[in-house]
């Protein structure tokens, strides 16, 4: 049973010479590989080129993560045990006068907090004293007041650094 809409198509097709009809159906033929592999083929491989670049990708930053894990619980763990009640005091202490920063007074503020007091200090070297202890030993600003100091560039401050 031929489609209506078909006929037309059809008798042309078989008023045509006998060579005719073979190359019009080895052009068809033709015609359907090409846009199958332009239609079908072609955006199915670029899936699956992109999906092997993002495994890729993912394996490479896996192999860095297993690779750097063992230093980085190494690190956590050392910070946690490091630094606790009397040791925050005594680093606390020892990074500022690496930086040439006197405290005038530091207090220790229960188990896990040092209570610091700054007079004249340069801003920017109390933000290093902070940027530093914070980094490399994992402590926080609980409270901090800031005020304007007697020269440019300086401020009176008192901090309070948790663990």
Do not use: C
């Not at 933000?127 to 007697?150: A, C, F, N, P, T």
């Amino acid at each position: 049973m031929k489609a209506r809409w078909l006929s037309p198509w059809w008798e042309k097709y078989a008023a045509l010479p006998r060579r005719d009809r073979g190359m019009l159906a080895v052009l068809t033929v033709f015609l359907v590989v090409v846009l199958g592999y332009l239609l079908v083929w072609t955006p199915v491989d670029e899936y699956r080129q992109r999906g092997m670049e993002d495994r890729d990708r993912h394996l490479e930053l896996l192999e860095m993560m297993r690779r750097t894990e063992i230093q980085a619980r190494q690190k956590s763990v050392s910070k946690g045990s490091a630094v606790t009640g009397r040791n925050l005091l005594s680093i606390i202490s020892r990074e500022a006068q690496q930086l040439n920063i006197k405290a005038n007074r530091l207090q220790p503020e229960g188990q896990d907090a040092v209570s610091l007091w700054f007079d004249n200090i340069p801003f920017d070297d109390l933000l290093m004293l902070l940027e530093k202890v914070q980094s490399e030993y994992g402590v926080s600003v609980e409270q901090i007041v800031v005020d304007r100091g007697e020269s440019g560039g300086a401020v009176r401050t008192r901090l309070i650094l948790k663990i």
